[in-house]
């Protein structure tokens, strides 16, 4: 019983290991190329567990000495030169193929025994009656028959014709590119699963990674150089080539010993950012050479560029800081603190201007300028910190630092980054506005008096207008006083009429509101002078358009107008005119008299 | 049209300098004086925009423009001339005066009788010396 369980077992087993060892006949025993390198003496070629070391070379004989250690232990030395000594091989494992020696450097090609994967499938099993055929390419597989022997199948193509006994599991190779796979002969249904195979290829496939787009000045980029193997044979000897236009690359070639299909290898390649005053692109290009089992050479390569920034570099920062109770002024409850930090990545020292240009509503605390002067190490940063108080309440935005240095007797200059958003500055500020309307009147025509008063501020107000009229004008309607409160951004209107008989340029003075925030701060706040013209002339001399941009805009200077003088009539009343007349001609007449008079004078005298 | 408003403002100019020398010519020259100053005035008065606009009116602009030349600046030119004119009339009209009336009180001061018999003394001598020789 024993027995029987046991012979069961082991027909299992010899089935089992009948259909693995079908797919045997994929791989073959072959030297694999496992790279080609040009080696000097005292430098070493690693293949896995196995170091090829040149030891001496002769270069009067043109040979040399090498050295074979496995797992670092020494296990063999060889004497090559290029004629009968040329091939090595170490126990049927490892062949040294030397092919130069010249110059003190051996060339030499290395290979591996090894059971490898050659043959891939390329049509999958197919089912053939007699008489039937497939094609694969240029070749032709046809059943010609099934006898107890064993099915007979025909093989045509490229030059070869092939006709042979074929039972389940044989495999026939034809020219190194072709294979038949019989796996399995039906006799009962007299039909034949088979498959057709041809050698598989290596195919390279390449990415690059940095971690970052863009690195400082002397910076060590992480360059990741990935080769994957898409193909369906391994790669060996993979060489990878690193070049940069400006970057230094510590290990400009790297080996490795082979990558199996589906497999990658990450190749972590040092590379340090170059030193600029000025933001560069950099690239970084890549080269693999590997080679198949045969030595044939497959290549791949791909390049990326990252952004190197300047050695100096800048930063800005602003933060809002409360003023203690008692220190507030202009009427603002806070003030900025203005941080620049300014780095050198260089490994030498930089004096570098660092100018901040702030708005002008703001006043810098404790300085007489935002431009400073410093020497900023090698490695390492400095920083400015300054406080700037505000004038009025509001929004404030700020611009961007600047710094400049110069190397090699060039400027260089750069910002820092921007500074986003809008900063809020409470605190209570109002806005007065004092318009006539209309700005030039006639004697005895009534003009109308705005007083706009604004809360500009972040508080409510309290608010009490005081606007005096002078004795030359008379109210008509309306009231020049006014005392109210007014929110965040409101507004208040104030209008009254007044007449006058008086001529010229009048002074209408200045609007003053005085004001209390709800915090008990209080202020005061004028508007700016207005004048009001009268002119006793019939006909108006300004025109239209200038009287509406006057007074849209409430100002109290006088009209200026670019347009051209000779085609406009002159703003000037007869009055004025005619004084001015007088007034040239008295000075005409006593210029020309002067001479006259001296010489009456002198012979009055003479005479007398 | 340039040129038409410059021959304008020179003929009207022209005449205004015309009548004002003749006046000082033909009447006096403190009235010539007067209506150099008058004319204008009372242009500009009774005519205020008329008149300031043809004084304000610009011919030229000279070096690139920085100079411009206007009716004004040519009423100051003729104004100029003449008043010169007037004043250098009346000034030399009054030391021409002076000087003959000087003259001629001096002679009056200085011709005393012992003087007027010696010339009519001579005078009779001389008479008969002619006649001796007749």
Known sequence: MAARKLAILTFILLIFTSSAHAYDFRDENIWIFKGMYELGPGERAELNEFTVKVHTVDTDSNSATLLLYINRDFAESYYVDTGANSEQIYNGELKIDVLDISNGIVSLEVHRQKYERVWITNLAKTSLGIGNSIQDGDYTVKLQDITEEGAKIEVRGDGVTDEDIYISGDHREFSDEFMVHVIYVNKRTQEVSLETLRPGKPKIKIDIVTDKGSYESGETIDYQFIVTNNGSLPLHGLIVSTGSDEADVSEPEMQHSGLDPTKIKNFMIPVTAPVTPVAKTVKIESEVTAYDYKGNPYSGSGQTEVLVEPYISVEKSVEIIEKPDSSVQSGTEEYFRISISVENTADFPTAVTVSDVLDTSLIPYDLENTEWTLMVEADSAREIEYLAKPTFPGKYTFEQAVVQWKDSGKTYTVESGPVEGEYLIHGSRVVVEKYVSPNYALPGEEVEVTVNIINAGSRKVEAKLSDSISRQFTMVSGSNTWEGSLDAGESEDINYVLVTEATGKLDLGAARVDYTDEQDQSGSSSSEKTVLYVDDMTESIASEEVAETVQEYGEDTEIYNDADTADIIPEVGRVEAAGFMVSSFITLFCILAIIPAIAYLYINRVYK | ?134
């Open chain 2, 1 to 134: 049209m340039e040129l038409l408003a410059f021959i304008g403002s020179a003929m009207l100019f022209t005449v205004f300098a015309l009548t004002v020398l003749f006046i000082l010519v033909a009447v006096s020259s403190r009235l010539a004086m007067l209506t150099l100053l008058v004319i204008p005035i009372l242009a500009v008065i009774i005519l205020p925009g008329t008149s300031v606009a043809f004084l304000s009116y610009r011919h030229f602009l000279f070096a690139d423009g920085l100079v411009p030349v206007n009716n004004f600046h040519i009423l100051l030119i003729i104004w100029s001339t003449l008043m010169g004119i007037i004043i250098s009339t009346e000034f030399l009209t009054w030391y021409l005066k002076t000087g003959k009336r000087k003259r001629a009180g001096e002679q009056r001061a200085t011709q005393s009788p012992d003087i007027k018999k010696l010339l009519n003394a001579g005078v009779l001598r001389l008479r008969a010396v002619l006649a001796k020789r007749n």
